[in-house]
């Protein structure tokens, strides 16, 4: 099973009929990450699709659990070395890059392009670094991995880094290790080491969730300024819609391992369409609220990604299951739709919900907005 | 750092004081206790009592216990004369004192018998650290396959099976049934070759023991390590697998195993006691059980010491390591 997965489509580009060579920077055709378990086949994305072209930021936001992260793992080709938990994962669907598709390349192509094209900045910098070697040491292997360069240019190159996110005294910190750094630093060396040889595509995985506050906003005007530098596209995976409000080109809500909603940041942050969407907005705080006034908490749990429900898999907590739904079938899950009100520029607001478009609109301008 | 130093040393050299006093205490209590003198072991049961008498004038036995300590202590460190008037006997620091049994000075013996056991157990910690940790890794890498199954079974085995039935077991198969490889009869500077061929069968059998449970707790770090979120950055910076593997999580993987492997190595430099036996080597541990099976309590005494000085300076070893390894550990 692993096998397939990872050498099926060894020598052909890309296997079945609807499949096209992407046009796009990075899409991602029905991608589907599925782990077998003991216990079952835990589908932890079912069916995502997205595009995004350099220069811009998609955002993906989601509950912890609804597959952000297993995507963009699966993005950079690490399902294929190591493991996740107890179990290989089985990735069925595209992802283009410039071109290539990575799926169906052989892993030491995709090798290639992990660090160099596409790099990631992770959640908490600390366990992410290696506590045994100097930070400077770790950012230069980052750059020697892809440049036939000495030890020394490297080096120079670690510092020079370091220099630009921020990092007060490179010269010496090269030399420090990670937990020598304050949590801000730390990730600041995180990103230096991330764009140490100028990727393409950059996936920031919760890149503030591990940080102060304070810090965090730092963080993130670090990650756009240096993303204007570079011109590269970003993926800004994040549960706090906050981090991605300003940032974000476009956003993508995940829930229970697909795509629940997907515009651009304008729409979805200002006319979301889906309960989901609405339920993150009304959890999040925000100083303009009145302090007697509660913070609306998404009811539930989020689904078990083994047996998710039939039909709409967030049913079980939708504060308007009971909204009557014409004659929908229960049991089908609802498909992403746009009803044909292309933005200026020719975007599309995706959203999957049983509810007529018309029934959401109202219930969103008429009863979520006003209390938020 | 050096402050740390000099007081880490200050320490192992009382602990080692400590040891000494409780070890002195108790054997040369114990003929008390069982109600014979001490003086009688070294001039034998048929001796008249002048002789008895003698003996222990010399050797100081009449004295208080804690001034017999000091005297052995001072002796460890200065040499020590024993005198009964004009029967004066010279004992060069460091002085162990006297054999009971053979009347010879405990110090020379130690020597005799000390580079046995350390070149058993040298030899044996190579084969045992490749061996164990090699496999560790095969099958932390390849778990839950075929391979991994049969290697941890193996190695259950080998923590299992006590060294006297493998030891048996390998004499009576390669030595006695094949031979391939002769007892341990010579020493190195008798005849290298010999040696090294005696020497096989009793590193590989002890190695055996150890490599089961360093194979073992390999693979058991290498399975943690591998989880840990360093090492998907490592993979995420685009660096092959033998690096990731080979560099990152070994280094960390090696943190404990050294720790074990200092402990270890101490303990068993003072002597692997059944290994010794089954093999007929004579080294500190056969000998240690020789002195007590004969009474014979200085000998006893020395090899103790030998053996905690060996266990307590591989422990301050292994701490002065660690700040070497990890950078996190900060020395004070």
């Not at chain 1, 629940?260 to 889906?274: L, N, Q």
């Not at chain 2, 006893?300 to 550990?329: E, K």
């Amino acid at each position: 099973m692993t096998e397939s997965t990872k050498t099926g489509a060894l020598n052909q580009p890309f296997t079945g009929t609807s499949s096209a060579p992407s046009t796009a920077f990075l899409e991602v055709r029905d991608l589907k990450v599925h782990f077998p378990t003991e216990d079952g086949l835990v589908k932890s994305v079912d069916g995502l699709s997205f595009t995004l072209e350099k220069g811009k930021t998609l955002g993906i936001v989601g509950e912890s659990g609804s597959g952000k992260s297993v995507t963009s793992l699966g993005i950079m080709g690490l399902h294929r070395v190591g493991q996740y938990g107890r179990q290989r994962a089985r990735l069925s669907g595209e992802i283009w890059l410039d071109g290539k598709e990575l799926l169906s390349a052989d892993e030491d192509e995709v090798r290639r392009l992990r660090g160099r094209e596409i790099a990631m900045i992770f959640q908490d910098p600390l366990s992410a670094m290696h506590p045994y070697f100097t930070v400077g040491k770790q950012i230069a292997e980052a750059y020697r991995v892809h440049n036939k360069v000495d030890k020394k240019t490297a080096r120079k190159r670690a510092v020079e880094l370091l220099d630009r996110v921020g990092i007060p005294e490179p010269h010496k910190r090269v030399d420090s290790y990670p937990h020598e750094f304050s949590g801000g630093m730390r990730q600041r060396a995180m990103i230096a080491m991330a764009l140490v040889n100028n990727p393409e595509l950059l996936i920031a995985d919760e890149p503030t969730t591990a940080l102060d506050v304070t810090v965090q906003a730092q963080i993130l005007d670090l990650i756009r300024d240096l993303q204007k530098e570079f011109g590269s596209a970003v993926i800004m995976i994040t549960h706090d819609l906050g981090v991605v409000a300003e940032m974000a080109d476009e956003l993508l809500v995940m829930y229970g391992g697909r795509c629940v909603e997907r515009g651009t940041a304008e729409k979805v942050f200002y006319e979301p369409r889906h309960p989901y969407t609405w339920g993150l907005l009304g959890s999040m705080p925000r100083i303009d609220r009145e302090q007697t006034e509660r913070l609306i908490p998404v009811k539930g749990s989020p689904p078990s990604l083994i047996n998710i429900p039939s039909g709409c898999a967030f049913n079980p907590r939708c504060p308007y299951a009971d909204v009557p739904k014409g004659n929908v079938t229960r049991t089908v899950r609802p498909e992403l739709t746009a009803p044909d009100d292309a933005g200026q520029d020719g975007s599309r607001h995706w959203s999957a919900c049983h509810m007529s478009q018309e029934e959401r609109t109202r219930i969103w301008t008429e009863e979520i907005a006003p209390k938020l | 750092m050096l402050a740390y130093f000099i007081r880490r040393i200050f320490s192992v050299i009382v602990m080692l004081l400590v040891i000494s006093l409780v070890t002195f205490g108790i054997f040369f209590l114990f003929p008390k206790m069982i109600g014979t003198d001490p003086a009688l072991y070294f001039v034998g049961k048929q001796s008249d009592p002048i002789a008895i008498e003698g003996i222990r004038q010399k050797m100081g036995l009449d004295d208080p216990i804690l001034v017999q300590f000091g005297k052995f202590v001072v002796g460890l460190v200065a040499g020590r004369t024993y005198a009964n008037g004009p029967d004066v006997t010279q004992c060069a620091a460091p002085c162990f004192g006297y054999s009971f049994k053979t009347e010879q000075e405990v110090w020379p013996l130690l020597l005799d018998w000390l580079p046995v056991t350390l070149s058993l157990a040298l030899g044996a910690v190579v084969l045992w650290v490749i061996g164990g940790v090699a496999t560790g890794v095969i099958s932390a890498l390849k778990r839950g396959t075929v391979l991994d199954r049969s290697a941890m079974g193996i190695a259950l085995a080998g923590v299992s099976l006590p060294i006297y039935f493998t030891g048996m077991l390998v004499i009576a198969v390669f030595s006695d049934q094949l031979g391939w490889f002769g007892r341990p009869d010579a020493t190195f500077a008798e005849d290298p070759g010999r040696w090294f061929n005696g020497m096989i069968l009793p590193w590989v059998s002890l190695a055996f023991l150890y490599a089961a449970m360093y194979a073992r707790l390999t693979r058991a770090t290498m399975l943690e390590v591998l989880n840990e979120d360093y090492i998907r950055t490592a993979r995420a910076k685009g660096l092959t697998e033998p690096v990731v593997i080979g560099k990152h999580a070994m280094r960390s993987t090696m943190t404990p195993i050294l720790t074990v492997l200092g402990l270890d190595l101490g303990a068993l430099m003072g002597g692997a006691v059944l290994t010794e036996y089954t093999f007929s080597l004579h080294g500190l541990g056969y000998s240690a059980v020789r002195a007590i099976s004969e009474h014979d309590l200085p000998v006893i005494l020395g090899i103790t010491l030998i053996s905690a000085f060996f266990v307590v300076a591989a422990n301050l070893i292994v701490d002065l390591m660690y700040a070497v390894i990890d950078p996190r550990v900060r020395l004070s």
